[in-house]
T-cell receptor, first 117, second 116 residues
């Protein structure tokens, strides 16, 4: 079964507008971590934001916020005031906590965000 | 912040040759490193988990004899693609975690491999 689901292959937004990238996940663990990464055309993976399953508040990092709805198992990324430089591929990922030290991140299929002026 | 480097960034080789990719954690010790492969427009697929001083754990469908992993020190893991073929052409990315930082996972810049 797919662990991380990103249902939006592509999203389009105008500069200065906000955009939400969807992510749902599947796990039987009570303790887990959720990540969002940005991958521009250069290929580097840029860490954006992290949400722990026990974190009571939604994570925020500058223009990025994570809308964490635990009961729905969703962890949507909200980008406020989009910029042209935000155009990239965005990946949602999860790490289950059974073995914190050794467990890899599992990625969704990604969403390509295009920001226009 | 913590940095993970990869070398080479890009390699072109002939079919049948072997290619070694290095992954280094520059300012932290990484007992565990991860190797991913990414085909164009697709997601990162975990290939193997590399543990310092022990054998790597490979994901289902990944040939351990073809993708040799050596994690000889706390700052270096290598992936060797043996007898490379055109279908091995891909973007290979390593990742490492600082054991003290559960909330972060650092990625190398990736290596683009093209097998002719």
């Amino acid at each position: 079964a797919q662990k991380i689901t990103q249902t939006q292959p592509g999203m389009f937004v105008q500069e200065k507008e906000a955009v939400t990238l969807d992510c749902t996940y599947d796990t039987s663990d009570q303790s887990y971590g959720l990540f969002w990464y940005k991958q521009p055309s250069s290929g580097e993976m840029i860490f954006l934001i992290y949400q722990g399953s026990y974190d009571e508040q939604n994570a925020t990092e500058g223009r990025y916020s994570l809308n964490f709805q635990k009961a729905r198992k969703s962890a949507n990324l909200v980008i406020s005031a989009s910029q042209l430089g935000d155009s990239a591929m965005y990946f949602c990922a999860m790490r289950e906590a059974r073995n914190q030290a050794g467990t890899a991140l599992i990625f969704g299929k990604g969403t390509t965000l295009s920001v226009s002026s | 912040g913590a940095v993970v480097s990869q070398h080479p960034s890009r390699v072109i080789c002939k079919s049948g040759t072997s290619v070694k990719i290095e992954c280094r954690s520059l300012d932290f010790q990484a007992t565990t490193m991860f190797w991913y492969r990414q085909f164009p427009k697709q997601s990162l697929m975990l290939m193997a988990t590399s543990n310092e001083g022990s054998k790597a754990t490979y994901e289902q469908g990944v040939e351990k004899d073809k993708f040799l992993i050596n994690h000889a020190s706390l700052t270096l893991s290598t992936l060797t693609v043996t007898s490379a073929h055109p279908e091995d052409s891909s973007f290979y990315i390593c990742s490492a975690r600082d054991s003290a930082g559960l909330r972060t996972q650092y990625f190398g810049p990736g290596t683009r491999l093209l097998v002719l």
